[in-house]
């Protein structure tokens, strides 16, 4: 149990282009899903929280007008990366707490995603 | 600020117990001590976690001393499956990934 997909798994796109990343919790329900960016060789950093139905929240230094996060149920949210450049190729991560969390706040994570900005 | 403080890296031989520790002194009373880890190109995977007492499931065993301020994760019999980057975290609700500690098991 407690798997979250992440697609795609890999996109190589054109500068200027906008990305749209899909995580889904596939065995549960998660009011809240996060977004982690990871450069290489470096470990995993908080880009956003995501609350189903309502408004994401960024961490200092993130772009919400850059990084457009939709959390329209309960098993779905969305990154996309608008306007992408080739400082944004990155290895992209959600997760996802399931609901109700029995008081552990336990995150499981898609398999992530690699943007390749060309 | 860190929360934890980690070895940057430790070898373990195959079939041997992996003891990885971690300090984490300025822990609060209601913050869990959780434990991840990272194969490489993948996405992290929860191993256990825990508040006062030790716990131990299907991956692992956590220790966490009386005072709290440190704990040690046990893999009981590496496998070279197990070769990857554990993170100790401290936090009530999101997670900071420090550097973590880079394990690789070897045959």
């Known amino acids: 149990g407690a798997v979250v997909s992440q697609h795609p798994s890999r996109v190589i796109c054109k500068s200027g282009t906008s990305v749209k990343i899909e995580c889904r919790s596939l065995?549960?329900?998660?009011?809240?899903m996060f977004w982690y960016r990871q450069f290489p060789k470096q470990s995993l950093m908080l880009m956003a929280t995501?609350?189903?139905?309502?408004?994401?929240?960024?961490e200092q230094g993130v772009e919400k007008d850059k990084f457009l996060i939709n959390h329209a149920s309960l098993t779905l949210s969305t990154l996309t990366v608008t306007s992408a450049h080739p400082e944004d190729s990155s290895f992209y991560i959600c997760?996802?707490?399931?609901?109700?969390?029995?008081?552990?706040?336990?995150?499981?994570f898609g398999a992530g995603t690699r943007l390749s900005v060309l | 600020d860190a929360k934890t403080t980690q070895p940057p890296s430790m070898d373990c031989a195959e079939g041997r117990a992996a003891n990885l520790p971690c300090n984490h002194s300025?822990?609060?009373?209601?913050?869990?001590v959780y434990w991840y880890r990272q194969i490489h190109s993948q996405g992290p995977q929860y191993i256990i976690h825990?508040?006062?007492n030790n716990e131990t499931n299907e991956m692992a065993s956590l220790i966490i001393t009386e005072d709290r301020k440190s704990s040690t994760l046990i893999l009981p019999h590496a496998t070279l499956r197990d070769t990857a980057v554990y993170y100790c975290?401290?936090?009530?609700?999101?997670?900071?990934f420090g550097a973590g500690t880079t394990v690789t098991v070897r045959a």
């Open positions: 300025t822990i609060s009373g209601n913050e869990y």
């Open positions: 997760s996802a707490i399931p609901y109700p969390n029995r008081g552990r706040n336990i995150q499981y």
């Open positions: 825990g508040l006062k």
């Open positions: 065995d549960f329900q998660a009011t809240t």
């Open positions: 975290i401290v936090d009530d609700y999101k997670l900071s």
């Open positions: 995501s609350n189903e139905g309502s408004k994401a929240t960024y």
